[in-house]
């Protein structure tokens, strides 16, 4: 049984070093040795250490505060899918309902544009928002737009863009609301007809939610 579950955890290791995802990586594991060999929430958490540079396999002592939270287990969902519904994060956590909004509460997340975001962003996160839709405003000509999910800034993705010499406009961080996808599209995906306006409209509101972002002083705006 314990080799087993040392031989699991190098197989969550290599997976993590090849990119994928903890979901990806608990459906590889649960196609080849079966659904009860792990949970999603053991891969998550076992994941969780890695992203913090600690690769030991060996189990940690139990004495003590446990080492990984309900705040903490739910951090690491939304991390990596902010789009995750209170149910999915259910689902994929184990965690009773009313203890995820509870936590939700606790860490100030808030649903914008169906993505979760910080609620109260710092100071230093409105600086930063401003800062940025301040330098978007100036920017001119054809530019690639992205929003900062991990798969679009992994280090693949900007290699490839500086091999086509584009223009990259910065995204704020926690800012949905400054994403066409997050604030036009996905609200809209119900109707999958779309006249070709559609897709000029979403874009072109960008440099009016940059400015009132600006006058806000940062504030997330709907």
Known sequence: MESQKMHL??????????????KDTADEIFTVY?????????????????????????????????????????????????????????DATNIPKTTVHKHLIKIRYAN??????????????????????????????????????????ALAVRQKLLQFDWDVLPHPSYSPDLAPSDYYLFLSLKNSSKLKQFWKEGIMRLPERWKKVIEQNGSCIT
């Open 34 to 90: 079966g659904s009860g060999t792990t949970t999603i929430r053991t891969v998550r958490d076992w994941f969780k250490k890695f992203r913090a540079g600690n690769f030991e396999l060996k189990d940690e002592d139990r004495s003590g505060r446990p080492a990984t939270t309900h705040t903490d287990i739910i951090k690491t969902v939304l991390t990596e899918n902010p789009r995750y519904s209170v149910r999915e994060i259910v």
């Open 112 to 153: 914008r544009c169906e993505v979760w975001v910080l609620h109260l962003l710092t100071e230093t996160g409105l600086m930063n928002r401003v800062s940025t839709c301040d330098l978007l405003v100036e920017a001119r000509g054809v530019v690639f737009h992205r929003d900062n999910a991990r798969p679009h800034v």
């Open 9 to 22: 955890r190098h197989v969550m290791l290599r997976c993590f070093k090849k990119g994928n995802s903890a």
